[in-house]
Structure formats: C-alpha cells, structure tokens
C-alpha cells in the first residue's frame, strides 16, 4: 500500500526557514519522481520542486530557485525541502506526491498530471 505522509509545516517569519518532510513508503521510490506541491487559498496547485529516486537530478519552479532545496535520503525513503528566505507568498498547503517515471533532467516534475500518489499536505504559514 503506498503512503505518502507530508510533516514540518508551521508558522515562519518573513526571511525564516523550514524544512519538510516527505516520508515514502510501498513503491520502488528508485521508478519515482518526488515532487513537492503547493495550494494557496483560492489558487490552483502549483508544482515548486522534483526529484528522481533514480539519478537525482532536481526541477524548481522560477518563484523558489534559489531559495528552496530538495533532497532525498534513499535509504530511509524520505523526501525534504528545505525552504530559506520564505516569503508571506509562499503561504499555502504543501502537498507531496510521487510519479511513475518522472525525470527531472528532461524537464519534467513540476505539472500536476504527472503524479499517482499523493500526500494529505501539511500547512505552511509565513506571516510576521
């Protein structure tokens, strides 16, 4: 049974940081991209960052690069971003998902569509 469980969220100032957590499990994470997702009230969702369990390469959308990092931890099946510099536009539900056969290097990762499994998100807030 694949489970995707999204933790890390919380309240941050304008400039803080968080990290989260993305803990994977029942699929070959290997096959995988892991994208990290995010739902600002009233917004659609919007893809920020991917990674391949394969070959880890990495994806971001224009509005987190530089400022945001993902990385992954194999062994332990676990996905983070680490997000620097947050800004009060960076509000909004954090969803993880996985897709079969995502590849960042081809630029791929960041469109809903993509992704089978899904997270029940966890709550950034940035506000001072």
């Known amino acids: 049974q694949v489970k995707i469980v999204e933790s890390g969220g919380g309240l941050a100032q304008p400039g803080g940081s968080l990290r989260l957590s993305c803990a994977t499990s029942?699929?070959?994470?290997?096959?995988?991209?892991i994208g990290w997702f995010r739902q600002a009230p009233g917004k659609e969702r919007e893809g920020i960052s991917c990674?391949?369990?394969?070959?880890?390469?990495?994806i971001y959308a224009e509005s987190v690069k530089g400022r945001f990092t993902i990385s992954a931890d194999i062994s332990n099946k676990t996905i983070y971003l680490q997000m620097n510099n947050l800004k009060p536009e960076d509000t909004g539900v954090y969803y993880c998902?996985?897709?079969?056969?995502?590849?960042?290097?081809?630029?791929?990762?960041?469109?809903?569509?993509?992704?089978?499994?899904w997270g029940q998100g966890t709550q950034v807030t940035v506000s001072s």
């Open positions: 029942g699929f070959v994470l290997g096959s995988h991209g």
């Open positions: 990674i391949s369990g394969s070959d880890g390469s990495t």
């Open positions: 998902a996985a897709g079969l056969g995502v590849w960042p290097s081809l630029g791929l990762g960041l469109q809903k569509y993509e992704y089978n499994y």
